[in-house]
Each structure stands twice: as C-alpha cells, then as structure tokens.
C-alpha cells in the first residue's frame, strides 16, 4: 500500500522491451533509502517489485498487463516519473489508502492557472468516471488527489503550488497520458451492492 505522497521525481534511464514485458531502470535517491530486493515502489502510480538496486538507480520488471494499462510502456529515456516507497507500518497516511494497481489512464484536456493554483481537468473513459465523485480521492500518476469536480466522462483536480513542484504534474501539457487509480472503497461498494 501506498499514500500518494510523492517521495521523489526520478528518471527514467532505460526501458528494454523483453516482448511480453519490459525492464525499467530508474535513476533516484531517496527512495532507496532504506529499500531492499523485492521491496515496492510505486512509478507514476504502478507498484513494482525492486529487482536490482545500485546507489542511485533500480530495475523492476513490467508485466504485458501493466504496460498495456499504463503509461510506463510508452516512457522514453529522461522521462520524469512520480516515484514512492511503499508505506510503513504505524507511518503516517498523509494521502489515502493507494494499491498501486493502476486502472487506466485519462488525459489532460485542459489547464487553468488561479491567482495560487492550477486547476487540470482530465477526460477518462466511463468505465472509471463512476468510481470518481466530487471531494473524493483520486491517485493521479501515484498522486493523492482530491476531485474539485466531476462531469460524465471527465474531472478536475486543483494543485497547489507545493504539489506543482515536487510532481510530474507540474510539467503535464494538455494531449499528455496520466495513470489512474480510483478509490479502492468505491470499487468495493458497487461490488457488494451488485451481489
């Protein structure tokens, strides 16, 4: 499980297509402080297992599955990419409950700069706009997120200026691909209520 608070912006060094799935290598530093072999880290919101680790870098493997729900299989070398450890027992939840199963992906259809904030609407396909509600939790690129509005088939989400600067989302440009995970206990609802 993760918390959506961003750690780090790493980058991406290397992405080696293996056919069915890939070998990421991302270049950081904090958050390998402390990690060993087969820890979590989430990448842009996708949990991966470390398989090799160096002073400033580690490699996980990226499933067909992951790669077709996500944006990682697309990531060019120097890509910047949302990176955080996986959340420690009795730490602190600073965002909300995140899995790290990345659902699929919206884009940045608009962008709208307030006197001491950005506001970023995103189009997503409907099969994920009904888990997501006004002033609920939205992990946006591994970002924890509250939903300022939503409509039919978009949403928008209000970052303040710390947020601009210590995540990719900063950088987003309207037509760019983000990884969504919706929240967990939305899913969990429509499944009870269906039975």
């Not at 270049?27 to 680790?53: K, M, N, P």
């Amino acid at each position: 499980m993760f918390t959506g608070i961003v750690e780090e912006i790493g980058t991406v060094r290397r992405l080696e297509d293996l056919g069915a799935a890939a070998r990421l290598t991302v270049g950081c530093r904090t958050v390998l402080e402390g990690t060993r072999l087969g820890d979590s880290i989430a990448v842009d919101g996708v949990c991966l297992t470390v398989a090799e680790a160096g002073a400033d870098w580690f490699t996980a493997d990226v499933m067909q599955e992951t790669l077709n729900r996500t944006t990682l299989g697309g990531l060019p070398d120097g890509a910047p990419v949302n990176l955080e450890r996986a959340l420690a027992v009795g730490g602190r939840l600073g965002g909300h409950l995140v899995q790290g199963h990345v659902e699929g992906g919206a884009e940045l259809v608009e962008r709208r700069v307030a006197e001491r904030w950005e506001v970023l609407r995103f189009q997503l396909p409907e099969t994920l706009a009904r888990y997501v509600v006004e002033k609920g939790s939205i992990a946006v690129s591994g970002t924890s997120l509250t939903v300022a509005m939503v409509g039919a088939d978009f949403f928008e989400v209000s970052l303040i200026p710390a947020t601009l600067a210590a995540t990719t989302l900063g950088a987003l440009e309207v037509g760019d691909l983000v990884n969504i995970e919706t929240d967990l206990v939305a899913k969990y609802v429509e499944r009870f209520t269906r039975a």
